[in-house]
């Protein structure tokens, strides 16, 4: 146990070794650490009228002994249970865009541009129902000039959008999977998926718009919804922002760029 520690220590305190570190070390320790907890345990092999049948036994310890590392069990492994269930079910609440936050727009969705493309059928102008699982939209759109330009490709932009998902009652929507049919690369930064709420509310979703979510030039956003058939999907519109943040503070550090900043930061306390 010592030894695991002692190998564990580079990893906690110097950056520069890799996580991956952890897990070889980890898979034994979990091991030893089960064994340990676990030796009172033991399968009998039980030969009777029906045949022979295999049954768990506690060796070796009685009474209070056993309750105690039954109950030790037990602790270890609702404390598992309890961490895995917000990892399914909650949803960090963060707004990735203040309000306040400056932004320069680089595409607009309308809410009434989409198309239907596959298992799903228009309502009325920005409604549609799921037919099948899943259900695709997709909304034609040309990007700015700025979007496609070279010295762009590094900046970093989102995609704003806003839907509402009403599943049929008693069942749950999954995700919904964004895409664009003409990147600038076809590389995946991140999952291109969205944790939908299927409440029926208009709700705005956030998601990359770099890598292979940057258009390249005209294309068609896609949103293909994982949700159960009958679903129906309305739309609130959307856009492609690139926040400011970055260029204002530039434009404060580098005075000669000749872009004016549109606030200044508060004198820091002496």
Known sequence: MLGLLAQFLPVLYNSRYS?????????VLTGVS????SRFLGAEKV?????????LVARGMHGPAISS????LVLILSAALLLAHPRRIERVSMDPLPQDMPTTLLARVDATAGIATTNISRVDATSWRLLERPG?????????????SRRAVSDNALWRLRFAVRPPDGKKCRYAEVGFTAPQENRMLASPQLNVVGDGKMHEYVIHATQDLRPAGPGDLRIAYVCPVGTVVTWGGGEMVKPEVTDRWRALVLPDTGRQPSYTPSPSPR
């Open 19 to 27: 996580t991956g570190l952890f897990e070889p070390w980890l898979c």
């Open 34 to 37: 089960w064994a340990l907890m």
């Open 47 to 55: 030969r009777d009228d029906a045949g022979v049948q295999w049954r």
């Open 69 to 72: 590392k039954v109950l030790a």
């Open 136 to 148: 695709a939209l997709v909304f034609p759109m040309t990007p700015s000039a700025e979007v496609t």
